[in-house]
């Protein structure tokens, strides 16, 4: 499949975002102890980056399309590169809060808020039907390989302090950002004309024949997001090290391999929901994957908890491209940007809550986050199969991968 011009930029762009966030969360809560700040202040400044993120989001989903796709795109790069400058050059608490308010840093390498639901609006544009699945299969194992090369990079600093005493300190490897930024902000001024919106008609709402469905999975996926809040991936390398003593070098690896496993399952995800269906692949990949979370704090030991999340990392991810490609196909076309800025909205408005809550769950045991959040994903899993098996897709999808299985079977009731 030959990629258009402004995919190939895009990817590249994510890339990009991707590697720095990798970075970004192996480093971010070992650097914010290693700055004075309590646990519950790390949990604050965790919750702050997720509020920021849902902000940041509702506002692009208002305003994007207006302003333009391209422009915004390119400042939120802009303002990602200034988000790690001042991480890099402060560990006032009040400063990070301000910053990480803004919206541009992420906890995660993979799902980043306002730059996420741009790239929905846009990656399909120019690619058939049949290509939908595929190109968000290929998103994603780009963002998961570029991701875990950043936290394998992370961990370089720390092995090169036993060869030479002047490496900087963790919280200046932040400006790794700057460059970073940068360059995706002239990556996005390179997109053509094409990504933009269409003009819209007068009095036509954003949402029309696919409103009720998409409120529907809006509320399930900010259920499934509230729950991994308490979980994100800065805050289970502060658990490792936390709980067993990991290392920064040690993290990194754990986190590359995490990485290379998730985008491996993207694959297999894109092949299997061609053969059973999007939704059941979803559901089939991810309360497995839940379960084990929840078993996570009852490991003994640092190689058997690194098991187990190498074992969960297989299959937590495969609902995400076939997520994304889900949604594409549950609404008409022109409800695309909508639908995503709607869900991914939804999704970043209740993540603030789970670090903070998170945190406060660590009174009573450290790995308590974990029992909770495997829970409430297991009944979220259970919840969106029950409500969703019978919702017919789009027509267009059901000519390729987007509608294969489920998707055909839902489209003849």
Not at 52 to 62: D, I, P, Q, R
Not at 71 to 92: E, I, K, N, P, Q
Not at 303 to 319: E, F, H
Not at 320 to 328: E, H, I, M, S
């Amino acid at each position: 499949m030959r990629l258009p011009h402004d995919t190939r930029r895009l990817l590249l762009a994510q890339g990009l975002r991707a590697f720095v966030y990798g970075f970004g969360s192996v480093l971010l809560g070992t650097s914010l102890a290693a700055g004075g700040l309590s646990n519950a202040e790390v949990g604050v400044v965790f919750t702050a980056i997720v509020a920021g993120m849902a902000v940041s989001s509702a506002l692009v989903g208002a305003v994007g399309d207006r302003l333009g796709r391209r422009r915004v795109y390119a400042g939120l790069f802009a303002a990602m590169a200034l988000s790690g400058a001042v991480f890099a050059v402060t560990d006032h608490l009040w400063a990070l809060i301000a910053i990480a308010l803004a919206g541009t840093l992420s906890t995660d390498a993979q799902e980043n808020g306002p730059f996420t639901s741009l790239e929905q609006s846009m990656l399909p544009v120019g690619l058939e039907p049949r290509a939908r699945t595929r190109i968000f299969g290929t998103y994603n194992v780009v963002a998961a390989l570029a991701g875990s090369m950043g936290a394998l990079a992370a961990g370089g600093p720390g092995l090169l302090r036993h060869l030479w005493a002047g490496v900087p300190a963790d919280r200046h490897l932040f400006l790794v950002f700057v460059p970073a930024g940068l360059a995706g902000a002239a990556l996005a001024l390179r997109l053509s004309p094409r990504v933009e919106a269409s003009p819209p008609r007068r009095r036509e709402k954003p949402l029309q024949r696919s409103r009720g469905a998409v409120a529907g999975l809006a509320a399930l996926f900010a259920a499934d997001s509230f729950a991994g809040g308490f979980v994100v991936q800065s805050f289970i390398a502060y658990w490792l090290h936390q709980r067993f003593g990991a290392s920064l070098d040690v993290l990194g690896v754990i986190f590359f391999a995490i990485g290379i496993l998730q985008a491996g399952s993207y694959v297999v995800a894109v092949h299997l929901a061609e053969r059973i269906g999007l939704l059941e692949t979803m559901v089939l990949s991810h309360l497995p994957s839940n379960v084990l979370l929840a078993l996570l704090p009852v490991m003994p030991s640092l190689p058997a908890a690194v098991l187990l999340l190498l074992a969960r990392s297989a299959l937590s991810r495969m609902d995400v491209p076939t997520r994304q490609a889900y949604l594409v196909a549950l609404v008409d076309p022109s409800e695309r940007t909508a639908a995503a800025a709607y869900t991914n909205t939804a999704r970043n408005a209740v993540r603030p809550l789970g670090p903070v809550l998170g945190g406060l769950s660590q009174q009573l045991a450290l790995g308590v986050p974990f029992v909770i959040a495997g829970g409430l994903k297991c009944a979220y899993d259970v919840a969106i199969w029950s409500w969703f098996r019978r919702i017919p897709l789009h027509h267009d999808a059901a000519a390729g991968p987007a509608g294969s299985a489920m998707g055909a079977r839902s489209h003849h009731r």
